[in-house]
């Protein structure tokens, strides 16, 4: 089977269930894919997989760090919470990509996806670190068994007997 058809039929069956069993459980769904999505867009295999975990898992953290700033702004200055907000994430965004010197935190846009899908899951910290690492092993998952598809069908086609297109069936 073609490496992009495996990886496709793998991906088609991973997301299924993933979906189905993510709300019937009550988890945050899109957080899985976006995680997902990072795992092959930081270059996948295991080097994607802790790239993913810890980008990912900092980018909530930063999450949470930006709303507790936020807070602090709008009591000490007693500015409206959206601007205190936008201070907090200005800064704070800042110092994630200064942060990125930091070799495990280089990949600039896992943290900022952990930090959206924070916000994006209503700052649910746990959902949001849940759906995160389910995502990263969805996508190292998705990988493996898409290779071993790729794989048993370079051998099934190795051991098929050659045709010569001269002869006769």
Do not use: H, Q
């Amino acid at each position: 089977m073609p490496a992009l058809v495996a990886l496709s039929v793998v991906i088609a069956v991973l997301a299924g269930v993933w979906t189905s069993l993510s709300i019937m459980w009550g988890l945050v769904t899109f957080a899985a894919f976006v995680s997902w999505a990072c795992f092959f867009a930081s270059g996948g295999g295991a080097k994607g997989l802790k790239t993913t975990l810890i980008t990912n898992f900092t980018g909530v953290v930063w999450g949470v760090l930006i709303i507790r700033f936020s807070d602090g702004i709008a009591a000490a200055a007693g500015t409206a919470t959206p601007v205190a907000l936008g201070i907090s994430l200005g800064i704070i965004a800042g110092v994630m990509v200064l942060a990125s010197k930091v070799g495990i935190w280089a990949y600039v846009p896992g943290v900022f996806m952990g930090t959206a899908t924070y916000f994006g899951a209503g700052l649910d910290f746990t959902g949001s670190a849940i759906g995160l690492v389910v995502g990263a092993f969805l996508g190292i998952a998705s990988a493996k068994l898409s290779d071993a598809l790729t794989a048993k069908s370079k051998i099934a086609a190795a051991e098929a007997p050659v045709v010569d297109a001269a002869e006769p069936l």
